[in-house]
């Protein structure tokens, strides 16, 4: 008898969200390629609240298979039905980061998030 676990766990780390989760601004973002010069600029759409559970980190890094990798200075947590994507920007606590990473697993996003620097 094969046993499936996955939807049990996507509704226990939605409950988790649910629970520790806080209202946060996600803007989502549009790259577009100008037809002269060819460079590209990424624009933001509107203001989107999405429930997530938000993660500072302190600056460190961790040796990978490629070599010293910048862990990032947020972690984000979100349902995947959110659709948080890469070059994302989240604002939380009137500080902007960028999503440069999205890991989806069992239902939820973990999003790194490098502070945006203007």
Not at 18 to 44: P, W
């Amino acid at each position: 008898m094969k046993l499936d676990l996955s939807n049990t766990i996507k509704k226990d780390f939605a409950g988790i969200i649910d629970e520790i989760g806080e209202s946060i601004t996600l803007n989502r973002a549009t790259k577009t390629t100008s037809n002269l010069t060819g460079d590209r600029t990424v624009s933001f759409g509107s203001d989107v609240i999405i429930n997530a559970a938000f993660q500072i980190n302190s600056k460190q890094y961790v040796y990978g298979k490629e070599g010293l990798l910048e862990i990032g200075d947020a972690s984000l947590y979100s349902r995947t039905t959110d659709s948080v994507s890469r070059n994302d920007k989240i604002v939380y606590n009137s500080i902007d980061y960028i999503v440069k990473t999205v890991l989806s697993r069992f239902g939820v996003d973990q999003c790194v998030l490098f502070r945006r620097e203007d």
